[in-house]
Structure formats: structure tokens, C-alpha cells
């Protein structure tokens, strides 16, 4: 059985750093692309950033430069390192294998004050 599993959500004023991990489980991990994407109320879900399994990464235009992905292969562990956050970074932030018909997480909530 595939588990996704995030951590590392939370509340944290404009400015400031959040780190978040997914956990995956049940399948081979190191030969998965990997990402992260967000979805704010009311809006579409999209794509923040992609790491493939050779550890190449690619990250929306509004992310670059503040969030860096990355993953460790031993442990199964997915990273969103967020720096500089804005209140627009605010959303559910969920884990991805595979690509979006694949393997989803349950998502961990960001909510960034102004």
C-alpha cells in the first residue's frame, strides 16, 4: 500500500521559514519523480516545484529563488525548504509521486500572516 505522508505545516508571519517533509512508503521511491504542489481556497491546484529521480528540480516562477526541493533517497523523505514566505504562498501543501495520476499525501496546511 503507497503512503504519502507531510509534515511540517503550520502558521508563521510574512518573512519567515517553514521546512516541509513527505514520507513515502510501499513503492520504490528513489526511481519516482517527486514534487510538491499547493492549492489556495478557491483556487486550482498547481504545481510548485519537481525533483525527478536523477535529483534534476524545476519550480514555478513565484517559488524560485525562496523554495528549494530536495530528497533523500535512504529514507524516503521528500523536502520543501520555504524561505521568505508571503502571505500568497498560503494553501494546502500536498506531496506528489509519480505525477498527478499517481500518488497523492493527505496535504499539510500553510497559512502564512501578514
Known amino acids: 500500500q ?3 505522508v507531510e509534515s511540517g505545516g503550520g502558521l508563521v508571519q510574512a518573512g519567515g521559514s517553514l521546512r516541509l517533509s513527505c514520507v513515502g ?3 520504490a521511491f528513489s526511481t519516482y519523480a517527486m514534487a510538491w504542489y499547493r492549492q489556495a481556497p478557491g483556487k486550482q491546484r498547481e ?3 519537481r525533483i525527478t529521480s536523477g535529483s534534476i528540480t524545476d519550480y514555478v516562477d513565484s ?3 525562496r ?3 530536495s530528497r533523500d533517497n ?3 523523505t521528500l523536502s520543501l525548504q520555504m ?3 508571503e502571505p500568497e504562498d498560503t494553501a494546502v501543501y ?3 509521486a509519480g505525477g498527478p495520476h499517481y500518488y497523492w499525501g493527505q496535504g499539510t496546511q500553510v497559512t502564512v500572516s501578514s
Open 83 to 85: 524561505n521568505s514566505l
Open 47 to 49: 504545481l510548485v516545484a
Open 67 to 69: 523554495f528549494t526541493i
Open 74 to 76: 535512504p529514507t524516503n
Open 2 to 4: 503507497v503512503q504519502l
Open 25 to 27: 512508503s510501499g513503492y
Open 63 to 65: 517559488v524560485k529563488g
Open 94 to 96: 500536498y506531496c506528489n
